[in-house]
């Protein structure tokens, strides 16, 4: 085993939700060698044709990437993993931390083809498909990566956009994203105990969803917005109450960040489709949930 590899500890709990061969022949052959591969790409970030030869062809490690990350694959294996863990009480619902990183393109990134990608063999769109194909900013080719995170420091949602995009009106769909199954059946669990998020949440709207869902929130107003609540009297409406104690425990999805960015595939972008960029964020964060 290599460094960086799947142990046999994590490798017994991520091979029960791995797609599995239905008939005669065998279309998958190897799973943990392959994913041992992706993985050692998203690790150190070098291109797929320069990986090592002990992981097999490139071309086949490259394709289920691309092929799992087009089917919603790792999506679904992170939400099976999120369920076990919060049968196990692993998941810290306690408070629920929003916020988002911006990742400098690399050039080789550019360049995809316009036409709209589809999913290899099938008429149909990628599961995270973008027209925009979340990589263009003001500045240059930027990724905005938009991700809530429980107490323990680990993904629950991800949402890729591009690098100018703000961070108040993608909250409610962060947060929409949060669906973890039951084992057992029902309707699964889609609200936090508690949100917290800095000052580029505050918003009417982003406040007036969260009482709607009962959700309780720690977000600090901004000081325009404070201005003109008071520059309105009484009809600006009450204060937003604050809780300085919880509101600290914010830096919980930051180290969550500086986790995921370790990934030098995900601290720098070099994939071309945002589809693919999708499933690589993912795959670096099912890798945080096996880990104590």
Not at 40 to 59: N, S
Not at 213 to 228: F, G, K, L, S
Not at 266 to 275: E, G, L, S
Request: proline residues 7%.
């Amino acid at each position: 085993m290599g460094r960086g590899d799947l142990s046999d500890v994590e490798w017994a709990q991520l091979e029960p939700y791995l797609p599995t061969n239905v008939g005669r022949g065998g279309r998958w052959h190897c799973h943990r060698r392959v994913i041992n591969g992706i993985l050692f790409r998203l690790r150190t970030g070098l291109p797929w044709r320069d990986l090592p030869p002990h992981f097999g062809k490139w071309q086949t490690v490259y394709d289920r990437h691309r092929r799992w990350s087009a089917a919603g694959t790792w999506e679904r294996i992170l939400r099976a993993v999120l369920a076990a863990a919060d049968a196990a009480g692993r998941i810290d619902w306690s408070v629920v931390s929003v916020d988002s990183t911006v990742c400098r393109a690399h050039q080789h990134a550019a360049g995809a083809r316009r036409r709209p990608a589809r999913v290899p063999g099938r008429r149909r769109r990628p599961a995270e498909h973008r027209s925009d194909e979340g990589g263009r900013s003001r500045g240059g080719l930027t990724t905005k990566i938009h991700l809530a995170s429980d107490g323990g420091r680990r993904p629950l949602s991800v949402l890729i956009t591009p690098g100018q995009w703000g961070d108040a009106p993608q909250l409610i769909t962060v947060l929409d994203r949060i669906r973890v199954p039951h084992p057992a059946g029902g309707r699964p669990r889609t609200r936090p105990d508690h949100v917290c998020g800095d000052k580029a949440y505050s918003s009417r709207r982003n406040r007036r969803y969260l009482r709607r869902r009962q959700i309780q929130h720690t977000i600090p107003e901004r000081r325009d917005q404070r201005a003109n609540r008071q520059r309105r009297g009484s009809r600006g409406g009450r204060p937003t109450a604050f809780d300085r104690t919880r509101y600290a425990r914010r830096n919980e999805v930051e180290r969550c960040i500086s986790a995921l960015k370790a990934s030098r595939a995900v601290a720098t972008r070099y994939d071309k489709r945002a589809y693919v960029f999708h499933g690589t964020v993912t795959l670096a964060a099912l890798r945080l949930w096996p880990r104590p």
